[in-house]
């Protein structure tokens, strides 16, 4: 099972909403990653979790807040974004360590709109 | 400073024929490169990816050659079907103590006419 989920698969809010993007694996990788892909761009790295603690954050505004409560899930909370953060937001995950640790298996994605 | 270049925004082939994709790269810390393919509205399907000790790994229709000297990687597909149009990326990982920090070139949108 190479799958990763995401939910919801749109989202339109205000400036003033706040709301969640989740995440879920089941591969028992134990990083996970945010990344944020614009029209047309390469995704770009935002967070990394490995073992469920932050590891690498990209210089994220704190608008952007990741959460990781178990192995399995992993959590974005966003509050008074702006309408440049309007973008695709793509979760992946991978092994820590091991020969295939490179590999990261991205969910379908979170197609978010900033009003 | 863009470490991942992919410098063709776009290649259209013909069904059955080879389809090649170029990457190459700057940074001599990369040690696994992948390629992924993406769908409008999905998130990247991993491909093929090679170790930087390799210089070919082969899977099915899909192989990918490195050339480490010349810090250039090239994706083949063969015979290429009309399935396999999308955009797809090249990626290249650094080893991090956790996890992996994979930077991407900018795709090349793959069209096989039939």
């Known amino acids: 099972d190479t799958e990763v989920t995401q939910t919801p698969k749109h989202l339109v809010m205000g400036m003033t909403n706040k709301k969640s993007l989740k995440c879920e694996q089941h591969m028992g990788h134990r990083a996970m990653y945010w990344y944020k892909q614009k029209a047309k761009k390469p995704p770009e790295l935002m967070f990394v979790?490995?073992?469920?603690?932050?590891?690498i954050n990209e210089s994220v505004p704190s608008r952007f807040s990741p959460e990781c409560p178990n192995s399995s899930l992993l959590n974005l909370h966003l509050h008074a974004l702006q309408p440049e953060d309007s973008a695709l937001y793509l979760c992946?995950?991978?092994?820590?360590?091991?020969?295939?640790?490179?590999?990261?298996?991205f969910g379908p994605g979170t197609r978010l709109t900033v009003t | 400073d863009q470490q991942v270049k992919q410098n063709s925004p776009s290649l259209s082939v013909q069904e059955g024929r080879i389809s090649i994709l170029n990457c190459d790269y700057t940074n001599s810390m990369f040690d696994y490169f992948l390629w992924y393919k993406k769908y409008p509205a999905e998130g990247p399907t991993f491909l093929i990816s090679i170790s930087s000790i390799k210089d070919k790994n082969e899977d099915g229709r899909f192989t990918v050659f490195l050339n480490k000297s010349a810090k250039h990687l090239s994706l083949h597909i063969v015979p290429s079907q009309p399935g396999d149009s999308a955009v797809y990326f090249c990626?290249?990982?650094?080893?991090?103590?956790?996890?992996?920090?994979?930077?991407f070139g900018e795709g090349t949108q793959l069209t096989v006419n039939p």
């Open positions: 990626a290249a990982s650094a080893r991090e103590t956790s996890g992996s920090r994979l930077t």
């Open positions: 992946a995950s991978s092994q820590v360590s091991g020969v295939r640790h490179y590999e990261q298996y």
């Open positions: 979790y490995s073992y469920e603690k932050l590891s």
